[in-house]
């Protein structure tokens, strides 16, 4: 196949067109489209759109479920046939039956079929996949070329959402010699099913360029290429009205005027979280305690009327979004409450010098607040709160990556960091307490909370299981290994040639953005 290296770069100049130009990793050729839909990033670089490649954030994900399909997906509504056009359960033998489509093909004319799906869910045991957990998997087993049971190890309620709908098919003719596909690179790499393939990408630049796939087995791509570009949330209204950018995420003071220049807009659910993860594996925050009291001093409605300008709501320590149908109101709240803070700290033993701050054995409690530039107005407001308090706070900011890497090997006293997820399936309880990652608190000192976490995911009684996510909640509040802040109002733009959507849920198991590749489906 003809190689070409596409060069797509970002010209931006007052009155200039957006243009795409540059060099980068570029896994196959391709030819042009004569209609382009170009969505704008303000960060840009999301990770090679391999299964294993992606940054392991919803914008990542999102890139790569453009070119690899998962059995089951979403629309508008609900769940909907992908790879499988038809699925049971059978609640006494705990299997799950899949009727697969008899009319896929990969990306390189190889025939989709039952062994792909069985190889899949092997390899995730093999190279665990950081979006599904490959120990809920006993074992595929293909009834015939299209059609496969899978067997939980143990009942999981959320299957359909979290392993279903979230892990992308992988070709077994292609990945079975992939002996690590987390370095796993080029046009092979890059083979699935979906609709589109990719043309370009430039980790440089932060920009991507897809090609649709006109044999797509669900339809025939409304655009010949969509392409991702780096923008600044300071350059995108403009270059919305200017018909340079289809879509893009907006900031909130932009809407109004937007729309009255007929762009469509589109507000998110809350099903995002900005929160302070205390590094709860050192003194002073290894004590529940101390930790309650920071929270009794943040004052999270003026984080959410100064910072958001209003454009959000205050979010639940017990971490699920008051909208969600899961959600425990009864669960501790906290609130700017000075005096009960100050209670807590003497009572662990501390006391004010007479520069106001803090102390103990002679010693000032000074922090470090770990944030990236896109929190720098809640890290001030929140600083500013503590040290009012008597907490002498600095604020350390680096790139977004590197404070995630950081959180991962707990160097950091308290962060701010955030991520989506919150309106799907209540596992994103498990996934943002127990697992080991860093959107996670990773909190297992509680033995009654991870059994809770531990079994609500096996429960397929929805009563029962509702009942042990609200006493999730209420524990999780009390024990507060991380304090959710807000959850804010995000706002899309776009030019209405494709129906945007917020997906039910989320995308896969929960990515809160309105690019669900079914949108650019006829």
């Known amino acids: 196949m003809l190689r070409k290296i596409l060069v797509m770069c970002l010209v931006l100049a007052a009155g200039a067109a957006l243009s795409a130009c ?20 303000e960060i840009g670089d999301w990770g090679y759109p391999s299964p294993y490649g992606h940054y392991a954030r919803g914008p990542g994900y999102i890139r790569m479920s453009l070119i690899f399909d998962t059995l089951v997906w979403k629309d508008s509504q609900g769940h909907v046939p992908a790879l499988a056009e038809d699925w049971s359960y059978d609640e006494e033998e705990n299997v799950y039956t899949f009727t697969l489509r008899d009319d896929v093909t990969w990306h390189d004319g190889e025939k989709f079929d039952s062994s792909d799906v069985v190889f899949t869910f092997e390899y995730i045991k093999e190279h665990p996949y950081n979006w599904v957990d490959g120990s809920k998997i006993a074992r595929a087993v293909a009834e015939g070329p299209y059609s496969v049971k899978i067997y939980p ?49 430039s980790k440089e630049h932060g920009t991507y360029l897809y090609e649709s796939n006109p044999t797509y087995y669900g339809g025939i791509p409304l655009v010949e290429q969509l392409r991702f570009v780096k923008l600044t949330k300071e350059m995108v209204g403009a270059a919305l009205e200017r018909g340079e950018v289809n879509a893009a995420g907006i900031p909130p003071e932009t809407v109004q005027g937007l729309e009255d220049s007929g762009i469509n807009i589109i507000q998110s659910p809350y099903e995002w979280v900005a929160k302070i993860i205390f590094n709860h594996q050192k003194a002073p925050f290894s004590n529940r305690e101390f930790r309650q009291a920071l929270a009794f001093i943040v004052n999270r409605q003026a984080i959410v009327d100064i910072a958001l300008r209003g454009h959000g709501e205050v979010a639940a320590p017990g971490m699920l979004p008051a909208g969600s149908p899961w959600y425990n109101a009864d669960a501790e709240q906290y609130g700017p409450q000075p005096e009960k803070a100050r209670e807590i700290m003497e009572g ?81 309880l498990n996934k943002v307490i127990l697992d080991q990652d860093f959107n996670s608190a990773r909190y297992t000192q509680n033995s009654r909370l991870t ?72």
């Open 22 to 41: 540059s060099g980068g990793e570029s896994p196959r050729g391709g030819g042009s489209g004569a209609e382009t839909y170009t969505v704008a990033d």
């Open 153 to 201: 190890s143990e009942p999981y309620a959320p299957f359909l959402d979290n392993i279903a709908g979230t892990m992308p098919i992988l070709p077994e003719h292609i990945y079975r010699e992939a002996d690590n596909p987390q370095e796993f690179r080029g046009e092979k790499a890059l083979v699935g099913t979906g609709p589109f393939k990719l043309l370009d990408y």
């Open 348 to 428: 662990l033993g501390y006391e004010k010098s007479a520069d106001g701050i803090y102390t103990k054995s002679g010693t000032s409690l000074v922090l470090e607040l770990l944030t990236s530039a896109r929190f720098s107005r809640e890290a001030e407001l929140i600083r500013d709160q503590l040290e009012q308090a008597g907490i002498r706070v600095n604020i350390r900011t680096l790139e977004a990556k590197t404070v995630d890497s950081r959180i991962l090997d707990w160097q950091f006293d308290i962060a701010l960091t955030g991520h989506g997820g919150m309106g799907g399936d209540p596992e994103i």
């Open 451 to 522: 059994e809770l976490l531990e079994s609500q995911v096996q429960e397929t009684d929805r009563q029962q299981r509702e009942q042990m996510v609200k006493e999730v909640q209420q524990i999780y509040a009390r024990e507060i290994p991380a304090l959710s802040i807000y959850h804010p109002a995000w706002y899309w733009g776009h030019d209405g040639l494709v129906n945007l959507y917020y997906t039910p849920g989320g995308v896969g198991s929960g990515v809160p953005i309105p690019l669900n590749k079914l949108s650019f489906i006829n």
